[in-house]
């Protein structure tokens, strides 16, 4: 399947460069003029989360260029097994061939378009159009069309692809014609980290959509920083150390113990990560790359096994071939979607996709051993308990977000040191904008 679709073909470059004296009449204006003279350091002005035409740049400029992580190997274990996932207006099959490959195609028929597969995961044997039943391989080859014209060739109406890449069990997938080429430095990176959790031998515990009522960079921004973490997660603070993000100097007093307690638990995880053969040190890449990233593995608070309250193993069956469940968190951002965390037992992965310029969905995946025995090894309430009232929380304090910088009064605030996180996942979007719509620094105002 060699068909792709150009998803940018309708994006104007805006060419407000050079327009420095010219009123701001039209909404491209507006937008230029914005991306244009973006503030270093400070929130994002109220359009960037509140205007629909904005949003529509970033899909654009955005979703329709970037990797963006769809799934894990474990949600699609079979041959035929599939995920769809819908992206501003495309919608995309994830589907496991019968080879085992993993292949992404555009859900729309090669007949008259309509969308092939309504539901978001299943399994088939073939992809069958509901309209006229035009049947696609998993493959995405054209093996049925009934009856046609002597000179119709099959091969020329496989289904659209989509770019793929698998990453140590982890999907991504681009809707660019030519995707940024930089995922293969990524993934040569991180991989060594995660390949060890073995994703292929996870199964899929649960999963939980939550539509926020935010902007999706509001939901992004919110997860890049532990600010709001000592106040908002009682639970998540358990175990996650409220100092994230912060320089040891600038470590508040009352975090101090906090601290004391994380370099303790920093000594045993490294000799624990050291004899099973786990890298810990930090990549930081957040921005000045069309796919930034940033992996590190680190000591989590109480029993330092897990994302439980008193922080012991939410599944008795460790993954891979661990020796002891006392690994930390190996944490992984990437922008523009997601965020991971891969712990001895378990592991949740996030995908975020916008809806609107006012919704966003939230995926949340918990993954065990294969083996693992509901009932026996785990209990999905036990497991998820943490990390859903994370969500829950952190879906508040988002539509806090979007009400406040929706109101006339609202101006952008100064971000502070351990928010610096934030800075980089906005930098990082700003610079995709300025890339993609013609836009350079300070040029347009
Ligand atoms: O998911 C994360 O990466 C964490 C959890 C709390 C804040 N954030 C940095
Ligand atoms: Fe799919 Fe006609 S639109 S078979
Ligand atoms: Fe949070």
């Known amino acids: 399947t060699t068909a792709e679709p150009d998803m940018n073909a309708g994006a104007t470059a805006a060419s407000a460069a050079g327009d420095s004296s010219a009123a701001f ?62 992206v501003g207006r495309a919608s995309v099959i994830i589907i496991r061939d019968d080879d085992e490959e993993i292949r992404a195609h555009h859900n729309v028929c090669r ?65 660019a014609k030519d995707a940024p080429d930089d995922i293969d430095d990524v993934a040569a990176r991180i991989a060594p980290y995660i390949a060890p959790h073995a994703l292929e031998r996870t199964k899929v515990a649960f999963q939980e959509d939550i539509v926020e009522h935010a902007n999706w960079k509001l939901v992004m921004e919110n997860n890049r920083e532990c600010y709001h973490c000592e106040a908002g997660h009682p ?28 370099l303790a638990a920093e000594q045993l995880l490294s000799v624990n990560a050291d004899r099973n053969g786990l890298l810990t040190e930090a990549i930081e890449e957040l921005s000045g790359r069309p796919t930034g990233f940033r992996i590190q593995r680190e000591a989590l608070d109480g029993a330092g096994e ?40 378990h592991v949740v992965t996030f995908s975020l996709v916008p809806l609107g310029v006012d919704r966003t969905l939230l995926r949340t995946t918990w993954l065990v051993h294969e ?19 994370t969500n829950e929380q952190d879906a508040e304090l988002c539509v806090r977000a979007q009400m406040g910088v929706s109101s006339p009064a609202y101006v952008p605030g100064p971000y502070a040191p351990h928010e610096y996180q934030v800075e ?22």
């Not at 970037?66 to 996932?85: H, M």
């Open 111 to 175: 007949h008259r378009g309509a969308r092939l597969l309504m539901e978001s995961s299943g399994s088939v044997g073939n992809i069958v159009c509901g309209y006229h039943q035009w049947t696609y391989s998993p493959e995405g080859d054209l093996v049925h069309a009934g009856v046609q014209a002597p000179d119709f060739n099959p091969a020329c109406f496989s289904l659209m692809s989509v770019h793929v890449k698998v990453i140590a069990g982890l999907i991504f997938i681009c809707l």
């Open 25 to 86: 009449a039209g909404p491209t204006d507006r937008w230029a003029h914005a991306v244009a003279t973006r503030v270093s350091g400070h929130s994002l002005e109220a359009p960037f989360y509140t205007d629909p035409g904005f949003y529509q740049r970033d899909l654009e400029a955005v979703f329709y260029r970037s990797w963006i992580f769809a799934a894990s190997v474990a949600e699609i274990p079979e041959p035929g097994d599939y995920v769809t996932l819908d």
């Open 306 to 345: 897990s994302y439980t309250k008193d922080g012991r193993a939410g599944s008795r069956k460790l993954l891979g071939e661990f020796d002891t469940p006392v690994l930390g968190r190996l944490s992984l951002h990437v922008q523009p979607n997601t965020w991971f965390h891969f712990l001895g037992d």
């Open 424 to 445: 980089d996942f906005v930098a990082w979007y700003i610079e995709r904008l300025r890339a993609h719509g013609g836009i350079e620094a300070g040029t347009a105002g």
């Open 371 to 389: 083996d693992a025995e509901e009932g026996v090894d785990y209990d999905v309430p036990h497991l998820t308990e943490v990390w859903h009232m």
């Open 235 to 262: 639970e998540l603070t358990c175990t996650f150390f409220p100092t994230y993000g912060y320089r040891e100097d600038e470590i508040p007093k009352r975090l101090r113990p906090a601290h004391d307690r994380y």
